[in-house]
């Protein structure tokens, strides 16, 4: 099984600032990666696929980068509504799993 | 526009099963497999298995597929999620998902308390 480690466990940050958020997998998962934004008695919403690829509707602000088994997504200048927890999802084998997540939260 | 509508809330025993749908809408329900995936109180995403609506094949983890029923009903788009043997750790929120680019949407989530 791969297992995915997100760092850091919490970022506590200040709007308008740079959020940097890591994920990354015991074993290669190639470009196999997305991530996932979720607040507060919502369902996840996909932000990036195929490791760098925007979802549809999701702002500029949000990007996201690596490969095999290190990845980063960026979110260029917080806004309010990005305050939220972020996963990592792996789907390189056909057990898809989750990263534990990464709270974004107000300093 | 694409939509998976759930199944409300349930409460149940220990020892019983529970049975969440899932409809979906605004694509062609065959043409893309459905996942499930739960969240315990507080705690992460862990993905149970999923269903290819088209043939009906399923796959799930070694933990869930002794008590874990997936089937589908492509006459009205609806997939379901049957989990048998409930103990108060399967209290959660279950989600479905459609697999586009990824899960790439989601239903609203159906909370099930096992409660005795």
């Known amino acids: 099984e791969i297992v995915l480690t997100q760092s850091p466990a919490t970022l506590s940050l200040s709007p308008g600032e740079r959020a940097t958020l890591s994920c990354r997998a015991s074993q290669s998962v190639s470009s196999h990666l997305a991530w996932y934004q979720q607040k507060p008695g919502q369902a996840p919403r996909l932000l990036i696929y195929d490791a760098s690829k925007r979802a549809t509707g999701i702002p500029v602000r949000f990007s996201g980068s690596g490969s095999g088994t290190d990845f980063t997504l960026t979110i260029s200048s917080l806004e309010p509504e990005d305050f939220a927890v972020y996963y990592c999802l792996q789907r390189s084998s056909w057990i898809p799993n989750f990263g534990p997540g990464t709270k974004v939260d107000i300093k | ?116």
């Open chain 2, 1 to 116: 526009q694409v939509q998976l509508v759930q199944s409300g809330a349930e409460v149940k025993k220990p020892g019983a099963s529970v049975k969440v749908s899932c409809k979906a809408s605004g694509y062609t329900f065959t043409g893309y497999h459905i996942h499930w995936v739960r969240q315990a109180p507080g705690q992460g995403l862990e993905w149970m298995g999923r269903i290819n609506p088209d043939n009906g094949g399923t796959k799930s983890t070694q933990k869930f597929q002794d008590r874990v029923t997936m089937t589908r009903d492509t006459s009205i788009s609806t997939a379901y999620m049957e989990l048998s043997s409930l103990a108060s750790d399967d209290t959660a929120v279950y989600f479905c998902a459609r697999d586009g680019n990824d899960f790439d949407y989601w239903g609203q989530g159906t909370l099930v308390t096992v409660s005795s």
